[in-house]
């Protein structure tokens, strides 16, 4: 769209052939040579960091398989997820084609009806409009419209209302102010943050269904490479599936504003092959572990404001307001996904959880450097 | 080209003398009680400005943050807050302010009426309006956050319950929130009713409904609208400061109130408000458009049935914004089609501006330059609309990056352009002087690499899965290089407008004489000396057909002869 005034080619008449015309007509030539070098190395220049860009926004569309650090839902492990995928390659055709049909034909029109220098003052024909034209892009329109909605429709029944098959394993989805609770009903499993499900496959599908609760705001609950969001609110319990046909860890986050620690309300979901996921099972049932060589941070914990808060099954500790802690030592991560669980870590966190995440609803208790100390020996023994 | 003395019936041949009062205050006084459609057009355009710079700048202290990963350059309150009031400000203190703005301004004009229907009324919706905005920023020392602290609100635009109520929103935040809504749109409703009565009843006589500029059509439209959704954000903040102050459970979930209901009101207000604010704009370009390609807009008629028809669409829509929420099937379903369906009379429209161009001579002036952008960005936006209203891809796409990044296409790429198009285009008409073409070429080029660095940018982090709201991410999802590109093309958008801040104030001193017709127009506002005089036309013109200057500079060739 460069082109107010376009360069006129240069083209003297005979009789302009003077001496002082040929050189000046030759000086031209060199400085548009000249340009032209500099244009070539302008564009050489620009097309290392132009590729650089490309290639970064095309990074999320891998195809390889499993989980992957960057949750695109380019790469779906899941049969919801997999078919969203498929609907979207067909939407990015269709809507790929418009564009370039329409952008195409805005963009000739543009350079071809542009004023020109040499052009009279005289105004272009006036057309006010026309009939079949207009009929024409009114009808191709709502033919397209059909078949995406035909298509869309049938997607969304699909994966909605899919029927549960007696194999699923049910997750109830807890949402709180910034963590997740998972329960699983029929196994008398409660734990946070870190959800383990089952590989399901083709020749042997065990599916997930997850029902989703809030306990105080609205939160939404999404791994990009195993399903689309649903949202946890209160009030109002959803429901959603995944079937992740790879091992391994998948990462995702609330979706949903839910308040100040929204960002560090991280997802983990492992998808565990059968016999990894029995024996998780089988550890997760288990009551808390019981050595007395760190008694004194259990006393800590269950005479301190901790037991309001936090369950450690076979305790006096029963509170729901945080996490369940029985089996803390099974978990990769604290806070929600904020820090990685290590010794060091759960000390600075009992200290004062702000500095992982500032606003976070656990408080910090004041305990002195020697009682955290005891506090994590004895949390540490939560395997 | 611009013809000084244009002899339509009615415009005034002289300039009369402007009263230059002696005072500060008693300029200051002229301003604060005028009832002129004119000087409270240029006070909406004004305060919008100024909330524009407030609120870019808002969006550029949360472009800082989000540029790495860990980044600790606000906090995660003032993050939350610093989005909170760059949406609300950008819709409720920008978006709608200097639209009604263009509309106070160009409506009488271009209907060859006076003033508006009604003059005090007007004034005090814009007083209103203004009153909300400060309302809202009051709340930044006000607020009274949980600390004893100000705190700005810090819920989201969207202000989701129950996060709204009084456990999890402490302090008052929420309620200047609130409170600056119910006032702010007060006004609008003010203006909108005085849109459709002037619209209605003041039009010079020949200019009848469809001879109406389509500026004018887009705001009847719009205004009619406007009555509809606000209403319900009204009802929807009352419901709210009842259950915040009055023990109310309307959206109190604890008591058994409905966190879904509110997100129907919100939305049933919110999506026909993307409306609002996009279907003037695209009057905007149904003005500025023909006039650069130098031809009548292509299908008139279809084109205000387009508008009316989106209007009518856009109030069945709102749930798709509720994708997520768990409606049943059959609900997803019907918002896919009610939705799809905005898509064909859009779509119309942009193929009637591409007919518009074509065959034309196009004059690449700096309005031009910013509707043409305009028309390729609206087309991108409509086509990841389509995208988003595909329901089981909505379920990925939805409050991601890619959800933000759609809707500051429509946002930023189609309304701030035309509204900068606008600017360039009516600033000659308001104060008599041209603005610099250089410095809005400069404007214009910059301001469209930053807004694509930023923009283009956001759909991919969207694709990988980047949720919208968070104030700082983990740096191994394979954001980061992405976010930093971002920021940047964020940085190179406010040079831009700093450059376009500067080009109005230096224009108004220094910018070249417009005279009555910089452009070669051919709606009625040209037709009067620039800036207008007060009450605009000495007698009422008299028009013939919907290009009246048109006539007059072609009666060989005019254009009441093809009018259908």
């Keep these: ?383 | 080209m611009a013809d000084q003395t244009l002899p339509i019936a009615g415009s005034l041949e002289v300039t009369p003398q402007r009263h230059s009062p002696a005072l500060l205050p008693e300029w200051l006084h002229g301003w604060v009680v005028t009832v002129d459609h004119k000087r409270l057009g240029i006070l909406y355009v004004v305060y919008s400005i100024f909330f524009l710079l407030v609120a870019g700048a808002e969006a550029l202290a949360i472009r800082i943050q989000l540029a790495w990963p860990n980044n600790h350059f606000l906090s995660p309150e003032l993050y939350n807050e610093m989005f909170t009031m760059h949406g609300t400000t950008m819709v409720f203190l920008v978006g709608m302010p200097i639209l009604f703005g263009f509309a106070n301004y160009l409506v009488p004009l271009m209907i060859g009426a006076r003033d508006m229907a009604f003059p005090r009324l007007n004034a005090f919706s814009f007083w209103m309006t203004a009153f909300g905005g400060l309302l809202l920023y009051y709340s930044f020392i006000g607020g009274f956050g949980l600390y004893g602290m100000g705190a700005a609100p810090d819920v989201g635009w969207w202000a989701y319950a129950p996060l709204t109520a009084k456990a999890f929103s402490p302090g008052h935040a929420t309620d200047y929130w609130a409170l600056a809504l119910i006032v702010s749109g007060f006004g609008t409703l003010g203006t909108a009713i005085n849109v459709i009565a002037t619209t209605l009843s003041m039009r010079c006589r020949g200019m009848s409904l469809l001879r109406m500029p389509l500026f004018v059509w887009l705001m009847l439209v719009v205004s009619g609208l406007t009555l509809v959704t606000i209403t319900p954000l009204t009802a929807a903040q009352i419901m709210l400061t009842i259950d915040r102050y009055l023990g109310g459970h309307f959206f109190d979930t604890q008591a058994g109130g409905s966190a879904v209901v509110w997100m129907h009101f919100f939305w049933i207000f919110g999506h026909p408000e993307v409306y609002v604010l996009v279907m003037p704009v695209f009057g905007i370009a149904s003005e500025i458009i023909p006039v650069f390609s130098r031809k009548a807009i292509f299908g008139y008629p279809a084109m205000v049935a387009a508008s009316v028809a989106i209007a009518f669409v856009s109030l069945g829509v709102w749930a798709h914004h509720m994708f997520t929420v768990g409606m049943t099937s059959v609900g997803n379903a019907f918002f896919v089609l009610s939705t799809m369906l905005v898509g064909i009379p859009t779509g119309i429209k942009i193929f009637n501006w591409v007919a518009t161009i074509w065959g034309g001579k196009i004059r690449f002036a700096t309005p031009m330059l910013f509707c043409l952008a305009f028309l390729f960005q609206f087309l991108i936006a409509g086509l990841t609309g389509i995208m988003l209203s595909v329901a089981p891809w909505n379920w990925q796409l939805h409050n991601s990056y890619f959800v933000i990044a759609h809707f500051h296409y429509v946002l930023v790429g189609a309304i701030v352009f035309n509204i900068f198009a606008a600017i360039y285009y009516w600033y000659p008409k308001v104060t008599g002087r041209m603005l610099s073409e250089t410095l809005g070429k400069w404007h214009f080029w910059l301001f469209l690499i930053g807004f694509h660095v930023t923009f283009d940018t956001m759909h991919f982090v969207g694709f990988m899965g980047m949720p919208r709201s968070i104030y700082t991410y983990e740096p191994d999802r394979g954001w980061n290089h992405l976010n930093f590109i971002i920021s940047i093309g964020g940085m190179i958008q406010g040079i831009a407008v700093l450059l376009f801040a500067w080009n109005l104030v230096q224009s108004y001193f220094r910018g070249k004489k417009a005279g009555n017709d910089p452009w070669d127009a051919w709606t009625l506002e040209w037709s009067t000396p620039s800036p207008p005089p007060a009450y605009n036309f000495a007698t009422d013109p008299v028009v013939h057909s919907r290009r009246p200057l048109w006539d007059l500079k072609h009666p060989e060739d005019p254009d009441w002869k093809y009018e259908a």
Excluded at chain 1, 76 to 95: E, K, N, Y
């Design chain 1, 1 to 383: 769209m460069a082109g107010v005034s376009r360069p006129s080619s240069f083209t003297p008449r005979v009789s302009d052939l003077s001496r002082k015309s040929i050189t000046r007509n030759l000086a031209r030539k060199q400085m548009q040579s000249r340009m032209r070098e500099y244009g070539e190395r302008a564009i050489r220049l620009i097309s290392v960091p132009f590729l650089c860009f490309v290639a970064t926004c095309a990074a999320p569309i891998a195809w390889a398989d499993g989980p992957q650090s960057s949750p695109s839902i380019f790469a779906p492990a899941s049969t919801p997820a997999s078919s969203i995928q498929d609907l979207s390659w067909f939407v990015l055709a269709i809507t790929g084609g418009i564009f370039v049909t329409v952008g195409g034909l805005l963009a000739w029109a543009i350079v071809r009806y542009r004023a020109r220098k040499t052009d009279d003052d005289s105004e272009p024909a006036q057309i006010y409009g026309s009939t079949q034209v207009e009929l024409a892009w009114t009808v191709i329109p709502i033919l397209i419209v059909v078949v995406l909605f035909l298509t869309t429709a049938r997607i969304i029944f699909a994966i909605q209302d899919a029927p549960k098959p007696q194999v699923a394993l049910d997750v109830t989805v807890v949402g709180h102010q910034f963590w997740w609770e998972f329960r699983y009903p029929k196994l008398g499993i409660v734990t946070a943050n870190e959800l383990h499900v089952p590989v399901s496959s083709a020749l042997e599908p065990r599916p997930t269904f997850l029902h989703l609760l809030s306990a105080d705001v609205d939160h939404s609950f999404w791994v990009p490479q195993l399903a689309g969001k649903t949202d946890l609110i209160p009030n109002h319990p959803n429901d959603m599936w995944i079937d992740p046909r790879h091992t391994g860890l998948y990462v995702g986050q609330c979706a949903q504003f839910c308040g100040v620690e929204h960002a560090k309300m991280l997802l983990r979901v492992y998808v565990d092959t059968p016999e990894e996921f029995d024996a998780w099972v089988k550890q997760q049932r288990q009551r808390g572990t019981q050595d007395s060589s760190v008694a004194a941070g259990r006393h800590i914990f269950e005479t301190q404001a901790c037991t309001n808060c936090h369950t450690i099954a076979g305790t006096a500790a029963m509170g729901t307001f945080g996490p369940d802690l029985t089996h803390l030592e099974s978990r990769a991560t604290i806070a929600s996904g904020a820090a990685p669980n290590t010794p060091g870590n759960l000390h600075a966190w009992i200290q004062d959880p702000d500095h992982f995440k500032p606003g976070a609803l656990m408080p910090a208790m004041q305990l002195s450097d020697e009682q955290i100390s005891e506090l994590v020996a004895y949390l540490t023994t939560l395997h």
